[in-house]
């Protein structure tokens, strides 16, 4: 059975054109780029094409983008670049709602002696912006902040934070992994020194990731070794996968304001559907200033845990902030953050939607989705009262 898959925040199938695009780099073209030979030398252009190509997405200079493994290797080298490049400075400044791969990264650098103020988000996961503001000072080597949130799809106010930044002189470095290919960027506009991207979140394979590092920014390697990527990111290239994400960055540039138009549609078409149907479910986070395929909606005294199990049944993928399905030992950060009350934050869900989805996949989750919810308030303990409402 054909899943009907609204996780894409999580990752997104490979698109057929870019799997076809890649699939001669594993064995016909399988030459090191960095060889003599024309054999694999000439795979060298092919990854040059690929890095225009992501520049293209985001208005960046191809010299400005570093190949690496992933969202998480780009944001960790963000983070150590910063604070490798200013020893003298030993404070950073990021949110309480980031992806871990930037949250514990910093929890890593405060065991290592760096002070880091977390800044707090308010209930609808907006930045505090006096918070931010105070947090500032002159031993700041860097601030991280995300673009947009995984879990709830809320986008932070990246040109204002950036120009607070730029005029103190203080490094800038945004995780765009969830961004990259479903909103327009330009970082010749954006006021921005580091941009994370992650191949696996924009149709492209799993384990390719990019680097932005603008022009001038001082930046100093994660990955020692060889020379590649002009010595900013050593080990042999994932040519195969440089190209995919080549490929998909081009591919998302084409499609992209019709392709934003058509997920708001679909999800403001489910989200509303659901609110509808089910009483007692609320959407978490700020609605005005969202990713357009994202939609976190808690649907209170239900397990979330139960939902995706019964969802799952009928082969619909989504995702949940409560513990165990988050494959975390605790419910979801972002929204406890944010003060969502437990019993909201157990039974939220998140829907996140990509271009291979339907109508018709919609309309399904639309009428699965209120008997499962009115089903599980009789099961669980403390949705007795609510059941007779669904
Ligand atoms: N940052 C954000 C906001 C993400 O959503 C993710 C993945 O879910 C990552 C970073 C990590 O990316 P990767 O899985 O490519 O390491």
Same mark, same amino acid.
């Given at each position: 059975?054909?899943? /009907? ?8 199938? @490979? ?31 092919? /990854? ?17 983008? /570093? =190949? ?22 030993? *404070?950073?400044?990021?949110?309480? @709602?980031? %992806? ?12 290592? $002696?760096?002070?880091?103020? =977390? ?34 799809? @809320? ?6 934070? $950036? ?9 800038? *470095?945004?995780?765009? @992994? ?8 330009? &970082? ?11 191949? %696996? ?14 022009? $001038? ?9 060889? %020379? ?17 994400? $080549? ?51 808690? =649907?209170?005294? &239900? ?12 082969? /619909? ?28 934050? *157990?039974?939220?869900?998140? =829907? ?9 996949? &919609? ?28």
């Amino acid at each position: 059975m054909k899943p /009907i898959y609204f996780d894409n925040n999580a990752t997104t199938p @490979v698109a057929p054109e870019v799997l076809e695009e890649m699939l001669p780099y594993f064995s016909e073209f399988y030459g090191n780029p960095s060889s003599m030979h024309t054999f694999g030398g000439q795979l060298h252009r092919k /990854i040059e094409e690929a890095r225009a190509k992501v520049a293209g997405l985001i208005g960046a200079e191809p010299e400005e983008i /570093i =190949f690496t493994s992933c969202g998480t290797e780009s944001d960790n080298t963000a983070l150590m670049s910063a604070v490798e490049s200013y020893p003298q400075k030993r *404070h950073v400044i990021t949110t309480r @709602v980031e %992806h871990p791969a930037v949250l514990n990264f910093c929890k890593h650098l405060s065991r290592k $002696g760096y002070r880091i103020t =977390f800044i707090p988000v308010d209930n609808s996961g907006r930045l505090d912006m006096d918070a931010f503001l105070k947090a500032i000072d002159d031993d700041t080597a860097v601030v991280s902040v995300m673009y947009a949130n995984n879990e709830t799809g @809320v986008i932070f106010p990246i040109t204002a934070i $950036g120009g607070m930044l730029r005029e103190r002189n203080i490094l800038f *470095h945004t995780d765009a @992994v969830q961004v990259a290919g479903k909103i327009p960027i330009n &970082v010749k506009d954006l006021p921005v020194d580091m941009f994370s991207i992650s191949g %696996h979140k924009l149709h492209a394979p799993k384990g390719i990731g990019a680097l932005y590092v603008r022009k $001038g920014t001082r930046f100093y390697p994660y990955i020692i070794g060889g %020379h590649q990527e002009r010595g900013r990111r050593a080990g042999t290239e994932n040519t195969a996968s440089i190209i995919a994400l $080549g490929k998909s960055c081009e591919s998302a540039k084409e499609h992209l304001d019709k392709e934003a138009d058509y997920l708001k549609r679909l999800r403001d078409r489910l989200e509303g559907a659901l609110l509808k149907s089910c009483p007692d479910a609320q959407v978490n986070g700020d609605t005005e200033n969202r990713l357009p395929n994202t939609t976190n909606i808690s =649907f209170n005294y &239900v397990e979330g845990e139960a939902i995706l199990l019964r969802l799952d049944e009928y082969g /619909i993928c989504a995702s949940s902030g409560s513990a165990c399905s988050s494959g975390s030992l605790e419910p979801s950060h972002v929204l406890r953050a944010m003060g969502i009350p437990y019993t909201a934050i *157990h039974g939220s869900i998140r =829907f996140s939607l990509s271009r291979y989805n339907t109508e018709g996949e &919609v309309d399904k989750v639309i009428e699965m989705m209120p008997p499962i919810i009115k089903e599980l308030r009789t099961l669980s303990p403390y949705g007795k009262e609510e059941s007779r409402k669904c």
